[in-house]
């Protein structure tokens, strides 16, 4: 009944286009998604307002409560082909809507618990499952309505976590001397309710291209219609593994590799549609693995899986450090509000510095990763609130830097190229997963040991550390310096689809010719 209701043409029925839009429709998906980033990842590195709460609640040491948010991002991250293949399934806005009802019930329920382990449960698993249900989809139909103008609103859309926290920290803890953590966490999780709205609002789009002369294209209308039609879950609802430009570009692709065929041959369309389902099953392949034989993506990956270990720790610990320097509670709180202002201006200055195109992104990307780790090893030298101040606003910045920069660049052709970005993000963003399993504990068992909340940092600074190594080493990978044995390159690939794709229109004389004359087809 829910899938009839988002498949009726109306108000939650499927948008229609000529072409890529770059707007309509997709402002109003731009608004959802920052809501999404706001109540997802601005919860999330908010939570440190909750953890000397909770540390004083259950008795429990610095690094058990630090468990809470290690879960909750492995979880997220680590699920992410599930939402894929949901995705796929079931289109966004129901997936998108579940993962609201979960984040939402997982929050609220926290509110109830008794024992550290049920708080495992109720944020770590539930809500961190609902956290990605609902990100992924999001970003990924935002990419399906802009074409031109798509990272400017990318960026834009994605400060939404940054204000979250800018807006959470001071709010929340002042709720909470008022009413308490639990009934704080209540009014949280009635908030995050907001995300099934937003899932509402998440229609589907369809690419139909205008015909100009109507004698001439009348023979390929009804294909046209069929190639449209004839799968509604992978057209209407596009393809979370395969990215928002490449799903809406196949209706086109397929309409001219049918009318090319028709041209020599019409009785050859039953073969291109069987061909077509030969193919479906690769076309919905989650995880590209052979991404691990490239050299260069070996190295990104190393490099993804160290500095993860300084994206969460950080912002968990920098408010007991500051009280712990003295500075009043209530002020400490806003040091996640300066480092959340800090990221907004990160976010949005790399994407002008990148857009000069005079140096190598990843060089960039580099760049920042070393900055970054001299910050956090900053954070252990300074003292008192206004030292504190500065090194928030340095790492807030380049934390938004990296931030919006780690993902898509794995589209360069220094890492793995545009053609298997895709497929290769999946595996980059589960390899991703355990260090922000094992990122904040790491920080709590250091803190428990020495009893200062300086050695959390220490641990984040040596992990990225590690990561600006693997970074350095990508380029020099990519170009042969680095492995002695040659590296599996998507390049190699591209004859091999093209060869295939001449063979299906070529007669079957050049065929047996091909095959003949193929040295791998001797035994």
């Known amino acids: 009944m829910a899938l009839w209701i988002f498949r009726k043409d109306g108000c939650l029925g499927p948008k229609v286009y000529?072409?890529?839009?770059?707007?309509?429709?997709?402002?109003?998906?731009?608004?959802?998604?920052?809501?999404?980033?706001?109540?997802?990842?601005?919860?999330?590195?908010?939570?440190?307002?909750?953890?000397?709460?909770?540390?004083?609640?259950?008795?429990?040491?610095?690094?058990?409560?630090?468990?809470?948010?290690?879960?909750?991002?492995?979880?997220?991250?680590?699920?992410?082909?599930l939402s894929t293949v949901l995705s796929n399934r079931f289109g966004f806005q129901p997936v998108v809507i579940l993962g609201g009802f979960l984040i939402s019930l997982g929050t609220i329920s926290t509110a109830f618990t008794s024992y550290i382990s049920q708080i495992y449960i109720t944020v770590g698993i539930v809500a961190g499952l609902g956290y990605c249900l609902t990100f992924l989809p999001t970003v990924t139909i935002l990419s399906q309505y802009f074409s031109k103008r798509r990272s400017l609103v990318t960026a834009m859309a994605s400060t939404g976590e940054s204000f979250a926290i800018f807006a959470f920290a001071p709010a929340f803890t002042a709720l909470k001397t008022h009413i308490g953590w639990r009934h704080t966490m209540v009014v949280l999780g009635i908030l995050q309710g907001t995300i099934v709205i937003c899932g509402l609002l998440l229609r589907p789009l369809i690419i139909k291209p205008k015909t100009t002369n109507e004698s001439f294209t009348q023979p390929l209308k009804s294909t046209k219609q069929e190639i449209i039609y004839s799968d509604p879950d992978s057209e209407l609802h596009g393809s979370c593994s395969s990215g928002g430009a490449q799903s809406l570009e196949q209706p086109e692709e397929s309409l001219k590799v049918v009318g090319q065929q028709k041209e020599v041959d019409p009785f050859q369309i039953p073969q291109s549609k069987q061909d077509q389902s030969q193919e479906e099953p690769s076309r919905s392949k989650l995880l590209d693995l052979t991404v691990l034989k490239e050299c260069s993506f070996v190295c990104y990956a190393a490099f993804g899986l160290f500095a993860t270990l300084g994206f969460f720790a950080p912002q968990l610990y920098v408010v007991e450090l500051s009280a712990s320097l003295g500075t009043e509670r209530d002020k400490a709180a806003y040091m996640l509000s300066i480092m959340a202002v800090a990221e907004i201006f990160g976010r949005l200055s790399i994407g002008w510095i990148l857009s000069w195109g005079r140096i190598r992104k990843i060089f960039v990307l580099l760049g920042c990763v070393m900055l970054m780790c001299l910050v956090l090893v900053l954070f252990t030298v300074v003292d008192g609130f206004w030292g504190l101040a500065v090194c928030c606003v340095l790492y807030g910045f380049f934390l938004g830097n990296i931030a919006s920069t780690h993902i898509p660049m794995l589209a360069e052709d220094d890492v793995v190229g545009i053609k298997r970005m895709p497929l290769a993000v999946g595996v980059y963003v589960c390899i991703q997963s355990f260090a922000g399993l094992a990122g904040p504990p790491l920080g709590g068992v250091l803190v428990d040991i020495t009893q200062n909340y300086s050695s959390a940092f220490y641990s984040c600074a040596a992990g990225m550390g590690l990561g600006a190594l693997f970074l350095g080493l990508v380029r020099p990978a990519k170009t042969g310096h680095l492995c002695t044995k040659k590296c599996f390159s998507p390049c190699q690939d591209i004859p091999l689809v093209e060869h295939v794709s001449e063979d299906k229109v070529m007669p079957e004389e050049f065929q047996e010719v091909n095959i003949l004359s193929n040295p791998q087809g001797q035994s």
């Open 18 to 81: 000529s072409e890529v839009p770059d707007g309509g429709w997709g402002w109003i998906v731009a608004v959802a998604f920052f809501l999404v980033e706001v109540f997802t990842y601005g919860v999330i590195k908010s939570f440190g307002i909750f953890l000397k709460d909770l540390m004083c609640e259950f008795n429990e040491s610095n690094s058990r409560v630090s468990w809470i948010i290690s879960i909750c991002v492995f979880v997220m991250t680590f699920t992410a082909p």
